[in-house]
């Protein structure tokens, strides 16, 4: 059984880095054909994908996020790490990690983790 729990600060100041761990059990995350994902969910919206990192170490990122996200990853601690920079207000969200197998649907998810941007 395949296990994702975050972790990192729940409250983070405008302009400063939101940075996120995701840690697995269960499986290793360089397993082929496994991507490792970021989601995360504002207040009242919906599921909005943020970027994910392959097995290979290889990442993708949404558009819309792309110049503020890095997805990195140890191996050694089977863990992937999200930084976003610059925050602000909007970036307050619910953050997932999860598990998709190429071309196919998340299959495992983390709890969530609330992160809240304020001074």
């Known amino acids: 059984q395949v296990q994702l729990q975050e972790s990192g600060p729940g409250l983070v100041k405008p302009s400063q880095t939101l940075s996120l761990a995701c840690t697995v059990s269960g499986g290793s995350i360089t397993t082929n054909y496994y991507y490792w994902s970021w989601i995360r969910q504002p207040p009242g919206k919906g599921l909005e994908w943020i970027g994910y990192?392959?097995?290979?170490?290889?990442?993708d990122y949404s558009p819309s996020l792309k110049s503020r996200t890095s997805i990195s990853r140890d191996t050694s601690k089977n863990q992937f790490t999200l930084q976003l920079t610059s925050v602000t207000p909007e970036d307050t969200a619910v953050y997932y990690c999860a598990r998709i197998l190429i071309s196919g649907p998340f299959d495992y998810w983390g709890q969530g983790t609330q992160v809240t941007v304020s001074s």
């Open positions: 990192i392959r097995y290979s170490g290889s990442t």
